[in-house]
């Protein structure tokens, strides 16, 4: 049973990631600024990604890296400040390439990164702006690698700022951002700034890529929380719809997929691989133990007055509330996970450790199911 749980979750699984798609972030600045540092900072290290395949080609120096619902439009073998010509030209195409294909395809958004003690801000980088602005890309100017004292931002990067914001580019905010993304061991001054970009991000994103961006980032458990939860209440909505269908048999049947669909797209969100979503779910939900009965039909027993559960007729109220309970206690599990205190055995899901988990949290949001049932 396990093999027929564990396919029908990959299934689910697969559709959510296409539904929740990706967010395409094109990324420009001078080698050594801190590219890549930023992003690791922002979106976690490519390692905790779902897999990172060869980059794809959009240009002869144009790359689109994918990692899950993360897409990363770098350029290499081209410097910014010299070969602008090139990669206007470039960009340009890649832009018009994609502007008819679908939304997940497309450029969402750019930073275009300046180390905050570069002291200058050429010409030729003020035009590369405009032309990613006249492309429809909105742009954030982020500073990197700033020095920060007391709360105050180094004197060369605040001149800087001072000077390209004077220059009235279309840029998101108006003014350069400053930014430091990865603490310094030697004189330990901390991270800064990244929430700030990344709430900048998020309000020039189109709503559509919205999931996909919560989903990527690491440094924003809100938000990440606040997509689950609004998810988790559709499905709820999902769920009651279903059991208002009065067939016998079809509800309890009807709110599997709705379910697996659920927390496939909540571990999508924590950004848990499928091999091991699918453990804790079948950890979570007993799957591999119940023989032919689904994870509802088990769950449902723990819960008092859901009825006949053999006829397999459930009213509205049970199951919307038993679903919460369901997405509740599975969103815990994954914010466990992906923090790091899931309990763990040689490295391997702890599996008694994540059911009662799982069951504890469920458990708590019984009465609420009781009232409503
Ligand atoms: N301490 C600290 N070091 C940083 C920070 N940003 C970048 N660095 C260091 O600066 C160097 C260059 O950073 P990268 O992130 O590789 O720069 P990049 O822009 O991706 O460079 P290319 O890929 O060559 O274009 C690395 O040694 C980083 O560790 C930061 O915020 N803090
Ligand atoms: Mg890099």
Known sequence: MTQWFTESFRAEFDKQAELIGRFNLAIFGKTGVGKSTLINAIFGEPVAATGIGAPVTLGSHLYLDQRGTLGVIDTRGIEIGRDDAELIKEVTKAVQQTRGKPVGEQIHVAWYCIRGMDRRFEEVEATFIRTLHKLGVPVLVVFTQVPMREGQFHPDAVELARQIEARQLP???GR???????????????????????????????ESVHGALAAAQAIDLATKALHAQRHIGATVAAAAAAAAVPIPFSSAAMLVPLQLAMMGRI??????????AALMAIASTSAATTLGRTAVTNLL????????????????GVASGFTLAMGQA???????????????LNGVVDSQAVKDLFEAEFKKRLPTIRRQG
Not at 176 to 205: H, K, S
């Open 267 to 276: 571990a999508q969100l924590y950004k848990i691989s499928f091999d091991r």
């Open 301 to 316: 027993k723990l819960v008092p007055g859901a009825g006949t559960v053999a006829g397999g007729v459930i009213s509205a």
């Open 176 to 206: 350069p951002f400053m930014t430091y993304a990865m603490r310094d061991q030697f004189t330990g001054q901390p991270p800064f700034g990244l929430i700030e970009v990344l709430n900048a991000t998020f309000q020039v994103a189109p």
């Open 171 to 173: 840029i998101v905010g």
């Open 330 to 344: 599975w969103l815990v599990v994954c914010q466990r996970a992906a923090g790091g205190s899931l309990p763990s």
